[in-house]
């Protein structure tokens, strides 16, 4: 499974990616995950992704990057806050493979 995690770049966003990833592990999940700013995000939604997810803290760039989203056929969501935190790994996961295609 592929997911774009639209993030800052900082280490909260990789924290965040951290526990996805070793939560999809524990579950038998192949998963790659690719951070990207907004502006990559633009150029690099396309079919090949499975799923993009929009960090809390972008949240006011969320209908703007859906938008992209839906023309590429990608399903796109906001991370839930409780779910972007070290130990929102389970919760993360949960929420990614609800999108999945």
């Not at 790994?89 to 609800?98: A, D, E, I, W, Y």
Request: hydrophobic share 45%; with cysteine; proline share 5%.
């Amino acid at each position: 499974m592929k997911v774009l995690f639209v993030c800052s770049l900082g280490m909260s966003s990789q924290i965040a990616v951290d526990a996805l990833l070793k939560e999809a592990k524990k579950n038998g999940v192949d998963m790659e995950v690719k951070a990207v700013s907004t502006q990559e995000f633009e150029e690099e939604v396309t079919g090949d992704w499975d799923v993009a997810m929009v960090a809390p803290q972008i949240r006011h760039r969320f209908s703007y990057l859906q938008e992209f989203a839906i023309k590429a056929g990608v399903p796109c969501a906001l991370i839930e806050p409780m779910g972007y935190s070290p130990l929102g790994g389970p919760r993360l996961l949960k929420q990614v493979l609800g999108l999945k295609k």
